[in-house]
Structures are given as C-alpha cells and as structure tokens.
C-alpha cells in the first residue's frame, strides 16, 4: 500500500492540482491569494514554490476580470484553474460564465472547447461570515452550457478534479468546503480521471434511495445507519455532476428502491430536487412507491452561523422524510 | 424629418454637400476632441501629401481596399435588412479607417476580440462575407472559425470581450508565442466594470494586448458627456498606468500608425496600450435606432466631412498615390465581391437544432440528443408531436 | 367607457410608469437610454418630456453601477424602478441584485424594505441578436430574498407593475418583449395594483391544466383551443409571480383538473416547471391522473433567431403532452 | 518565527521596541506612498504643536476618544474570538485614526457604507458594541438599525458598497436633502468593477459621496504591486474627473481634516471626491490569516511608529492638549466600556430560524412560515421530526 496516502479533501485538492501542473505544462493556477498564501483554505499551498509565479498566479481582485482573462488564455493553449475564494465572490464573474464561457463552444459551431475549471469552495457548516456559504450550483446548472460536478471526499476530489481539468469544456468545480478537513483517506498518488458523467452508489438500498452530493453525503450515510437499525435500507446515490444528471442512475434507483429523496444546501425553489422530481415523474412516475421529497435549504439567505445548523438539512429531516415515504 | 443618407450615398448628405476636408465643419459636436489626436488627413495639404507619398504605395492601397471592403459590406447589409433578409445590423458606417487599420496593423497570427460593431472586420482575415452575414440572419453559420481566423466570437455584452483580449495576450506571452491582442471597445464601454478589470490586470501582468476604444461620443442615445467627465478617453489609461494614443478615428493612416506603435510596445514586452480612435457615430446606432429622437440631426452633419471613404480617396488622389478613376475601382471591386450574397444568404440551408444541440458540449448530454431534446420520452399515448 | 382605453403592452407599461411618476413623488427612473430616446423598446417613450431628467434618468454604461446606486436610493427615501435593456444584460448586476437587493430587509431583521422594481424585458421570440432572448426568472426565483412576476397581457403589466413599485420590497419585473405589441386590450385609465400573490386562471377547465406565464400564456391558449375541440377542457393558470408561487391556486388545478403541466422558455433543467411537478409531489401526489410534464426551453444557449422557434415551447409540443397525460 | 503583537500590548513590538514618530522607520515597505500625503502628526514636532494648539480641544479629545473606542472593540474582538466566542474576525488595528476621523468628520444625518473592516464605526454613531460582535459572533442581532444610524449594512464583497453610497448621495441631492455618503474601500477595491462603475457615475451625476479609500497596501496576501501599477490611489481619481485628497492614514487630524473637506465639495455641490488614507496594514488580514506566509514580519515592523493611538497620544501630550494620564484615563475608559460585553454576548438569546425567516420578505410567503420552513407537510406519517 505505499502507493496510497491518506489526506483530507483540501489535501486531494492541491495534490491533484499538483499533478496537473506537473502533468500539463499548459495548465496554470489563477486566483486571489492563491500563491505565497497557498490559498485561504491552503489548497494551493506549496504549488507555487513547485511550480513559479507564472503557474501560480495571484491575480487583483477583480472576479469577472481574471475568469474573463482565463476564457482568453483558452483561446492561446493554456488550461486555466481559476479558485473563486468564497462562493458568493463567483457572482461578479456570473456573466464571463455563463454568457462567455458557457457558449464558447456553440458559438464555434462545436469546433472548439474552453478547457476551463472553475473551483469554487461553496455551502455552509463552516461558521463563516456572512456570503462565504453560498450554495450556488442550481445557477450553473439552469443556465447551460456548463458543466457543474461536486466531490464528496478526497478521492472524489481529487479524481473529479482530474478529470474535469481533461474534459475540454468549462467545468464548475463546486467543493464543499464543509468537508474539507472532514476526514482522510487514503488516495493514490497519482489521481485517476474520475467519469464525470456518473453518479455513484456510496451505499447500497433497496427501500429507498436518497440522492445527494457534497457534504450532504455525510449527513445522507448518518440518516441511512439510524434507519438500517430501523430495519430499513437505503440506497446512497452520490450524484457528482449536476449538469448534466446521471439519469441511467437515478431512474434505476426509483426503479429499484420505489421511493427517492433529494437533499441538497441550496434554497428549495427550483433547486436539483425539483429537477429530480420532475424528472422521476416524467420518466418512471409508475414505479414510484411515495412521492418525491426533498429536504433542502430554505428559500431565505444562508443565516449567519449561529443559526446556519438550523438551514442546512439535517439528519433528522433526512429521517422525517424518509419515514413519511414509508408510511406512504 | 431629416433623414440620415440613403445607403450608397456619401457622404451623409441631406442637403447642403459638404466637402471631405481637414477636419469637421465648424461647430461640429464633439470635434474638440479631436484637438491633439494624431492625424494624417487632418494635416497641412502639403504634408498630408508628403505624408501619403511616403507610405509604401500598395500598402496604402490595401487599406483603402479593406476599408472599401468594410463599406461594401456595411451598405450592404443595410439593404438586406430593409429587405428583411437579415434582423437588426448595428451599422459602422464611418468606423471603416479605425477598422481597417487595426486589422491591417496586426499579423495573422494576432487575436482580435470584435464586439457587435466589428462584425466584419473577421473579413479582413479572410472569411467569406456570408459568414457575419449569416450572423446576423441569425443562423448558425454565422459563426465564423474562430481558431483559423484568431477572431474571437462577436461579443455581444459591452466590454465582456476586454478581459478575454487581456488573458490571450498574456497567456501567449506565457507560452513564449509571439503575438499580441487586441480588443475593441465603444466609448460607453469604458463605463463598464469589465473594462476597468481588464485594464487593471493587463496593466499588473504586463500584457501584450491593445485596447482600441473607439470614441463615437455615443453609447445609443447617450452622449458622451452624460458617460463620463472624462471625454478624453486616453486620460483614462493613466489610473492603470497604461500609455495610451489618441488618434483620429476616421484616418486611415494615422489609425494604423498608432495601432503598429502599440502592437510594436506589446511585441517587445511593454505591456498594454489604449489607442483612443477619436470619432463620431455618423449613422444611427443600428437599424432599429431612431437618431432623431435625441441628437441634432443638423449638426451631426457637420461631421459629414470626415467621412473616411470619400476622405481618404480625395487625400490618396491629391498625393498622387492612385487616381479617381482606380480608387473608384477599388471600390467597384469591393462592392462586386459581394454581388451575389443575397441570393448566397437566401439559398444557405438552414441548421436543424437537432444539430446546433450537438455543439453546446463536446459529449453531447442526454438531454441534448435528438431524441429527448424536445421532451423527454413520455408516458402514455403522447411523445413530441 | 370612456375611462377605458386601447394599448397594447409597452403601452400599458408606459402609462404604468407615468401614472407612477405623477403618483409618487419620490419614484423616478433608471436605465440607458431610456430619456430622449424613451428606451429602446419605447416603455419609457414621452416620459422624459413630461417629467425631466431628475426623474427619467439616463444612465451611463454599468449594470451593476446603477442598480447598485437604485439600492442606495432606496435608503433615502426613493423609490427607483430600473430598467435593464434586455435579459442578458442583468448578469453584471447579478451580485448587486443577489447578493445585496435580495438581503437588505433581511439585513435590517425585518424592518426595512428596498421599494424597488427592476424592469427586465426578456425572452424570445422577436428574432433578436444573441443574448438578447434570455429568460432569467430561474436565476432570481432560486436565489432567495427578491420578488419575480411576469405580466402577461397589457391590464396585467399595467396593474402588476403598480403593484410592484408599492411592494415595499426589491421586484424583478419580467417583461415578455415577445408580447409587447402583440395586440391591445382596453384597459382603464388608472390602473389598480394588482394581487401579487394570485396567480389567475386565464380560461376555465377541468380535464387538464396548464400552467404558464408571460408570453408562454398565448401558446397555452391556441393550444387549449385546439384541444377544446377535441373535447378536451383545458385551463390555463398564468402564474405571474415566479417567486413566491401561489400555491393553493396550484394545488386546486391539480386536486380539480388531476393533470398538470408546465409551460416556459427558460431551460428545463431546474427550471420553473421542476418546481410545480416537485410541488405536486409533496403536497397532492394522490390527486394526480398523470404525471406533471414539462414543455420547456431546451437545455442549451437559445438559438439565434433562425432556429428560435425550434427552441420555443410551440403549440405542438403542448398538444403533444396533453395527449399524453390524458392517454396516461 | 515572528508573531503580530500580543493584544494589549502597543505598538506592534516583537523584540526591539521602537519610538511613534513621524514616519515609519527608514526602509519601510510602500512608505514612499506617503510622500505628499496630507499630514498633521508627520510634520516638524513644532508645527505639529503648534497644529494641534489651534484645534478646539474638545474636538481633539473627541477623536482620540474615538479612536480608543475602535482599538478597545478590536482588541476585546480579537479576544473573543480567540475565546471561540465569536467567529473568524477582521482586526482593523491601526485603522483606528482614518475611521475615527471618517465619522466625526460627517455629520449624524450622513450616510456611511462600511465594509468587513469598518464593522465598529456604527458605534461611534451611538450603536451599542454588542452590536457588531453579536455579528461577528453570527448572530442576527449583529444587524445594527440601519436607519437609525445612517449607517449601510456590512457589506462583504469587495466595492459591492460603494455604488450604493453613490446611490445614497445622489438620491438625497434629488430630494433637496442637505447630506453626504461615505463609502469605504481598500486598495484591493479599487480593482474591481463596482468602484470603477461607483466612481464614474458619481462624477457623473455630481454626486456628493465620498469614497474614502484605504490604501493599506494590502489585499491579503496580494500586496499592491500586484493589485495595480498605480500604487497611488488618488490618481485613479482622475480617470472620472473627480478630485482626490491623499493624506496619512495613521493621522487622524489629517484625516478628519481631509473627509471634512471631501463633505464640504460635496455639500456645496462640488460633488465626489476620492479621499486616499495611505497607510500599511499593521496586521494579519484577519484571525485566520497567516501573514507570515507572504510577507517579511521583520519589515513590517518599520511601519510600528505609525501605529495611530500611540502616535496620537504623544503627540497630543507633546503639544500640551492633554496629559498622559488623561489620554490614559480615556483609553480605560474606552475600554472599561466593553467590560462586560463577553457576559453580554453569552447571554443574548439565541434566536429561532422561524424567526429570521420572517424577516425576509415584508409578506412572509409561504414556504417560509413556520410550519413549512423546514418541509412542506408531507405526506404519510412523516413531517418535520
Ligand atoms: C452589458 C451591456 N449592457 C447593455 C447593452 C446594450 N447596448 C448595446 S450597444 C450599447 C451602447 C454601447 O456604446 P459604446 O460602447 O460607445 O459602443 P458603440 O455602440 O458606440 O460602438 C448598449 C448600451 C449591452 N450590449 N451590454
Ligand atoms: C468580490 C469579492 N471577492 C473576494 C473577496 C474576498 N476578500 C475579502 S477581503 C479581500 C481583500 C480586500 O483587500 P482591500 O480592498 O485592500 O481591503 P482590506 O482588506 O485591505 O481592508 C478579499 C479578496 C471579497 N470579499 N469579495
Ligand atoms: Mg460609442
Ligand atoms: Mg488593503
């Protein structure tokens, strides 16, 4: 087992981000105080003395100027990491994603692709300020063209992150930063590209399946040990991507288990849980042994921490909506 | 009403004609700004014509083809649109020397970041007319080959394209390329915060990119002087610590001096420049504008003499460098070049959206394939009808 | 009825801003070029003359510049109702609008308001360049704290744009373009704020509902009509606000009429329509004769103008899950 | 390894203690900003006397009082948070004299737009301290009366806040009401957009807002050669026509001298100015940073003599305004204020998130009532555990 290491997740991160720079002489980091400072969650820390300034690069401040200057390095050959440092910093760079990058390809005919990773740390649990716990997936993922994936550990971290930098269009790198000092595992040395595409079964269920990613996994499993004591066995479906679905995945989770919940941080109101809902309907609404449930952030700003405990879902309304499924 | 030119007339006479000259007619709105610009046309005769002499003869002759090629396609794609072969078309009539010459400054291998007003300069690269054309049909193959021209996609939001020029410049100096970018911007562009990010960083990191911003003293109906308190675009440079150069917008020569000087600065590692190309919107901001409705009409026109066509034809006559009679052929082979685009417009087939889904990803999702991209499969007796 | 008089929408928008302006003392506009040149889609056409330049303010370039200062308005007593030229065009007031609009009554635990409306002509339809055919509601309904409404005919704009400006809270008001001169209704002289809060059946039916808004109503009708002659009752429910949803109206279609579906521009994935079929899950999953489908935008940029009415929910497609809930 | 001062113990000392002065110590990373800064403390110690002789002792007293106040809440903050009673916290240690000097300047019904590092100056505006730490603290109460005390809520994103003074400023000369707005920035602000977008249309609209911006030469770890090649803030103030005042961010009658001037322009329709306070950022960013990570602790140190409550107190001392033991006595003062303010923190209720849900929306809709804030009522046997 020398091979293997164990990390954290934010340890995945900058060790895949090593290995892409190592890998890929056209790759380079850019972000705010991503270089001496290593990045405020460290996830850069080390690459610059490894790599030099001009792979690791501290840019102004400015969002839209530097994610915008990424679209442009796409254009000469690079392949451009940018950090975003807290979730809500993203938003001044909305438009450069989702009007510029997120078209690129449409817009040459199919022709060519942005190879473009946005990492953004996102969502709550962390006992931050105010807008550093933002969970801003559902935006990236309504507006297309864009390609949205969430890890839900180090290996995930580390083999998505691989995988998205190779994947030839942008990708939104969401990390639960929740998770990021939740725990190690042991991880290769050299991460593998994940597939993106598919969702995974972090545990297997054949009485009812919740759907979940990121730091939701964690509060899912929690969930699924009190109901195995219950006698009840529920599938964990770690999404990954959220745009597009691992539909093949979701729909023989219906299919097989007859009762399907989403959890997610993001605000309720068209967020990935209506999308799943909807989608179940349309597609397998026959196989379905309950209705859909969703347990998810409320349709009010993250609250500051004190009470942030209370808006992020929480293993007993995993339970609640579980047995309401049952007893359905 | 007064009525700007009928499309094929110039310059943009209603009644009175005007002369093409040194400068704007006496009054003109806006011409004190052009105080100071650096200018070729706008010289003495005697030193226009020395000038003019000096420049090497064909290259003197292939911007007046470039811009003769811009007009011709310019006029007409406003026919085409009052025939309602093609939607909206933001006209640059009288952006055709500052456009011309920063194509024609730059080598093929430099990257240019259009904005909708600059739809044709990917023409001077050698893309078939049809294509921005087809652009503005509103058909997919209006979409040029972005790699094979280095012109970025037409950006439609204001000063969005300006960090894009700022990090191809870069990142090519990054790679060791040797070329530089150029990004076009209005001057109500430089309200937006997109310029100010990409000035900054292209300042900072010392990019070898050019922001060419076109001072038209209009942003639609708005005047300049409801835009900013800086009407003189180029001051604007010193808060990054960038050079800038201000030129006159509708001179071919000097505009193409200046974007050559600036490229020359990026080349050999100076970093960014701002060329102000000083001018002023002749036309309306577009075919669905109406002008009357907030500018003077009257006064615009005396703005008529700086039309850079007729301008730049009578400065290259009076120099000797070609006569009428081959300046106008010039632009009969220009004009013919596009001959038969109504009919190449009308008989491109159209794209299915079948295919335009194909080309958002490079795996195309479920979602996106033709068989679901209507609805999803449906339950029951429906489907996509 | 010489109190009544024939517009058609942008028409009914401007008599709703003057009768604002003339109204309220402290209300005043914001926008590019909406002075002299009355905006470019003329929703401000004669206002200027009438009311001055200190109340019909053009503003220079900067999306996120003026709808910032219309925040800061507010805090002194104004009353802005801005107007963003077209869709896309929001994206760089995105931040401001999320991150700041949507919060500040929350940032005041409840005591203060933002009185203020953010006009957004949006939407396809109209043979537009790029970018100028967004449909956005998703974007401001997902991320908490803002108001979203759509007009969809001239009374409708006219009494929920008074409504908005008397909200006492920030309103994104969706205009469908694609319906600005698409006819005229007599409408009064002086409009009366409408219910926000309501959505409004727009034709009666029992067998089946559709569910629309903005310009999606006029398709759901020639669709309604047809199917009516088939023998089928179709009703028709305009929504109009996105955000918060009328939920009893939504619940009393499913629970009366047993089959649901959702017609809108916006892309499908996590759009409004997920929403509604999420909804119906949770709350009358029992009640339903079918499953709730949607007929939506595609999950991709919106086509340029030659193929938008290939992208555009089309009256076909809505026939087409009709026949199939009603042959579920 | 070096290690930013202990709380309480001033000024920055590590090993070798060092005089308050006029200037930092020779060698001082970015002191050269401060030649031409408007200073009071920085003069010839005569003129400094002879300064702070003429001003009305009272209002001298006042701003050191004011002073005191900040460094007792940033000390107790930094403590608190170290005690895990409040969160992750931004020390704005030896910014105490530029945002002293920033309200008293103003007058009560002027409006000020903070940001994360400017959460204390509500309490010179009467707001309890408890206020800003329960926010720290992430509490809802830390949401202070905006109304009241005219005073914009904290506001997190860079230069978010500074159209919104903009905004404020403008708005109130509309409605003839006899007010200014502040808005506070850092050098790293002045990169992004919204200032640009703040800036130019303040200018113009003759807004009269003051943008008060304070050059402390770092954004983190980004030092400001890396923020921008125009290390003078004020210059960029030319770039929108609007005049701009550089003065010494660590003299608080400089300062308070610079921010009245700014209100007077503004008041007398003069519009925006762009008030630069050079200084150093004396500490870690925040509790969470390392600064040791990017930069030379050694060096910094050169910037100790600056630290304004020391520097002030001398000076007001040497100049015979006030004893030591006076200045003493305010400082106790000051900080016998927040005596009990950790007991007040523990013992301030906990509020319910039905309760905050409420406060969103003027009409709480209905997925936000309390009986649907966590789930809507679901079906089965289920519902909210
Ligand atoms: C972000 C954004 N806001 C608004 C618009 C709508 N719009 C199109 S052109 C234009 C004026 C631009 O003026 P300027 O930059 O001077 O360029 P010009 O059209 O004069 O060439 C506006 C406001 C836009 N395209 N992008
Ligand atoms: C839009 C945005 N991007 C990133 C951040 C994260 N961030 C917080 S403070 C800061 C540096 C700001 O530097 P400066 O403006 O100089 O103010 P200072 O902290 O030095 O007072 C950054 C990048 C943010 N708050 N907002
Ligand atoms: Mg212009
Ligand atoms: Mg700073």
Redesign the pocket.
């Known amino acids: 087992m020398s091979d293997l290491v164990e990390v954290n997740m934010v340890e995945a991160i900058c060790r895949g981000l090593g290995q892409l720079l190592e890998g890929d002489q056209e790759s380079l980091l850019l972000g705010?105080?991503i270089g001496a400072n290593g990045g405020v969650f460290r996830a850069t820390a080390g690459l610059r003395g490894r790599f030099g300034e001009e792979r690791v690069v501290d840019t102004p401040?400015g969002?839209a100027g530097f994610v915008g200057a990424a679209i442009g390095m796409c254009l000469v050959g690079l392949h451009p990491i940018v950090e975003i440092?807290?979730d809500a910093?993203v938003y001044?760079a909305f438009e450069q994603l989702i009007s510029q990058a997120a078209r690129f390809r449409w817009r040459t005919r199919g022709a060519y692709g942005l190879p473009l990773v946005v990492r953004i740390p996102y969502g709550g649990g962390t006992r931050a300020p105010e807008l550093h716990s933002d969970s801003p997936e559902t935006l990236f993922s309504h507006m297309p063209g864009l390609r949205v994936v969430v890890p839900s550990d180090p290996l995930s971290a580390g083999e998505m992150l691989v995988a998205a930098a190779e994947l030839g269009d942008p990708v939104i790198f969401l990390e639960p930063k929740r998770m990021y000092r939740r725990g190690r595992q042991a991880v290769p040395q050299t991460f593998q590209p994940a597939d993106l595409d598919r969702a995974v079964i972090r545990r297997p269920g054949t009485d009812l399946t919740v759907i979940a990613y990121g730091a939701m996994i964690e509060v899912a499993d929690a969930a699924a040990q009190q109901l195995e004591q219950d006698g009840v066995s529920a599938r964990i479906l770690d999404l990954r991507s959220i745009y597009p679905l691992d539909r093949g995945a979701i729909l023989a989770a219906a299919e097989e288990t007859g009762r399907v919940m989403v959890v997610h941080e993001a605000a309720r109101h068209c967020g990935l849980g209506a999308e799943v809902a909807a989608l179940l309907q349309e597609e397998v609404a026959d196989r379905l042994l309950a209705p859909t449930l969703r347990v998810t952030g409320m349709d009010m700003p993250f609250p500051l921490s004190q009470n942030e405990d209370d808006a992020l879902p929480s293993v007993g309304r995993v339970l609640a909506a579980a047995h309401s499924m049952l007893d359905y | 009403m007064l009525q700007y030119r009928a499309v094929g007339t110039e310059p943009n006479h209603v009644g009175t004609p005007v002369t093409p000259g040194r400068g704007p007619g006496p009054g003109a709105p806006g011409a004190d700004l052009l105080e100071g610009a650096r200018t070729v046309l706008g010289l003495p005769d005697s030193e226009t014509t020395s000038r003019l002499r000096a420049w090497p003869r064909q290259a003197a002759l292939d911007l007046f083809l470039a811009m003769a090629r811009l007009r011709a396609f310019d006029e007409r794609a406003v026919i085409l649109q009052r025939q309602g072969r093609i939607g909206t078309y933001p006209t640059f009539y009288g952006e055709e020397a500052v456009q011309a010459a920063s194509v024609l400054a730059l080598r093929a291998e430099d990257w240019l970041f259009p904005t909708y007003r600059q739809t044709a300069v990917v023409t001077l690269r050698g893309c078939p007319p049809l294509v921005p054309l087809l652009m503005w049909r509103g058909h997919p193959g209006g979409w040029h080959d972005v790699m094979r021209y280095r012109v970025a996609p037409v950006c439609v939001p204001v000063a969005t394209n300006l960090p894009h020029a700022v990090g191809a410049a870069w990142g090519a100096r990054l790679r060791g390329q040797d070329l530089v970018a150029l990004g076009y911007g209005g001057d109500g562009a430089t309200s937006a915060g997109d310029f100010h990010e990409a000035c900054n960083l292209a300042a900072v990191v010392g990019a070898p990119v050019i922001f060419l911003i076109n001072n038209n003293q209009w942003a639609i109906s708005t005047p300049i002087s409801r835009q900013t308190k800086v009407p003189r675009i180029a001051e604007k440079a010193a808060a990054y610590g960038i050079p800038a150069i201000r030129v006159d917008a509708f001179d071919v020569f000097a505009c193409f001096e200046a974007v050559q000087e600036a490229a020359d600065r990026a080349r050999s590692g100076q970093g960014p420049t701002l060329v102000e190309a000083i001018g002023y919107r002749l036309g309306p901001h577009g075919t669905a504008d109406e002008p009357s409705l907030y500018r003077d009409l009257e006064s615009d026109r005396l703005w008529d003499p700086m039309e850079p066509l007729r301008r730049t034809h009578l400065a290259l006559e009076a120099a000797g460098v070609a006569t009428s009679a081959e300046l106008d052929q010039v632009r009969e082979q220009a004009a013919a070049e596009l001959s038969d685009i109504g009919q190449a417009i009308e008989s491109t087939p159209a794209v299915a959206v079948e295919e335009i889904a194909a080309t958002v990803h490079l795996e195309t999702p479920w979602g996106l394939t033709p068989d679901r991209l209507f609805e999803p499969s449906w339950p029951g007796g429906g489907g996509p009808g």
């Open positions: 705010e105080d401040l969002e440092q807290f910093f001044p």
